[in-house]
């Protein structure tokens, strides 16, 4: 997933995954200017978080829970 610190919706997805015991790996795009740069390419060129990668390599901008679990259970 990538985020920034100050996104609230990055930390309640955050907080929503970890209750749903849903494994991730954060990316600061503040810390990581390739992350930022990425993100900035799946997103129309804005620098939109959450956005979530998936293991078929597809992404999801500001994704829902049950949106994450469908994209998993595929």
């Known amino acids: 997933m990538y985020s920034t ?21 954060e990316v600061n795009i ?5 992350a930022a ?17 998936f293991p078929d390599g597809s992404a999801a901008t500001n994704p829902s829970l049950a949106d994450v679990k469908e994209r998993l259970a595929r």
């Open 30 to 34: 503040e810390e990581d200017p390739q």
């Open 37 to 53: 740069s990425y993100v900035e390419e799946v997103n129309g060129g804005n620098q939109t978080v959450p956005t979530v990668v």
């Open 5 to 25: 610190t100050w996104c609230g919706y990055c930390r309640r997805l955050k907080k929503q995954l970890d209750g749903a015991g849903i494994a991730f790996t």
